[in-house]
T-cell receptor, first 111, second 115 residues
Framework: RKEVEQDPGPFNVPEGATVAFNCTYSNSASQSFFWYRQDCRKEPKLLMSVYSSGNEDGRFTAQLNRASQYISLLIRDSKLSDSATYLCVVSQIYNFNKFYFGSGTKLNVKP | DGGITQSPKYLFRKEGQNVTLSCEQNLNHDAMYWYRQDPGQGLRLIYYSQIVNDFQKGDIAEGYSVSREKKESFPLTVTSAQKNPTAFYLC??????????????FGDGTRLSIL
């Protein structure tokens, strides 16, 4: 079983829409959680860390559900520039220097 | 300019040849990482290093070697034993090996192809 699983998509949404992705993790010892954004043929860039109580950064909201072992990313008022692949990343309490990446969820925002 | 520098941006390897990918960071980060990404797939960990002169194998270390002689440098050698080296190679670093919640930051990658 993969450590981190994501729906590959693509999610095709119109500009201005709200879209949400989930990411499930298999190891209950997972401790740190992040969302990265990756544009085509580019390196991943940190979008936001995910905190236990949930956190928001502008149009982006991240949530953690430890009981069901998933994290979510909500994007409000989608922009064309939000089109990218969103990667879920997890590390575990006994080795927080090792990170596990999901395969990513592709988002296409259309005019 | 602070950051993580990978070179070259594109690299071509002949059959049976070893090639070395460079990764340098001037962020004074403790930990450094090498990942491989194949088209349409996620990142897979090759090697990582938490401290100078120490490194650990990741999930796909076979056919690769690394060194960490200086804090700022973590070169990756793709040996002839790696039979399918064509991929996008990403180097990353992380500030504090003893901190739980710090993310990684990435260089802009090297694309390796077989001639």
């Amino acid at each position: 079983r993969k450590e981190v699983e994501q729906d590959p998509g693509p999610f095709n949404v119109p500009e201005g829409a709200t879209v949400a992705f989930n990411c499930t993790y298999s190891n209950s010892a997972s401790q740190s959680f992040f969302w990265y954004r990756q544009d085509c043929r580019k390196e991943p860039k940190l979008l936001m860390s995910v905190y236990s109580s949930g956190n928001e950064d502008g149009r982006f909201t991240a949530q953690l559900n430890r009981a069901s072992q998933y994290i979510s990313l909500l994007i409000r008022d989608s922009k064309l520039s939000d089109s990218a692949t969103y990667l879920c990343v997890v590390s575990q309490i006994y080795n927080f220097n090792k990170f596990y990446f999901g395969s990513g969820t592709k988002l296409n925002v259309k005019p | 300019d602070g950051g993580i520098t990978q070179s070259p941006k594109y690299l071509f390897r002949k059959e049976g040849q070893n090639v070395t990918l460079s990764c340098e960071q001037n962020l004074n980060h403790d930990a450094m990482y090498w990942y491989r990404q194949d088209p349409g797939q996620g990142l897979r960990l090759i090697y990582y290093s938490q401290i100078v002169n120490d490194f650990q194998k990741g999930d796909i270390a076979e056919g690769y070697s690394v060194s960490r002689e200086k804090k700022e440098s973590f070169p990756l050698t793709v040996t002839s034993a790696q039979k399918n080296p064509t991929a996008f190679y990403l180097c990353a670093s992380r500030l504090d090996r003893d901190s739980r919640n710090q993310p990684q930051h990435f260089g802009d990658g090297t694309r390796l192809s077989i001639l």
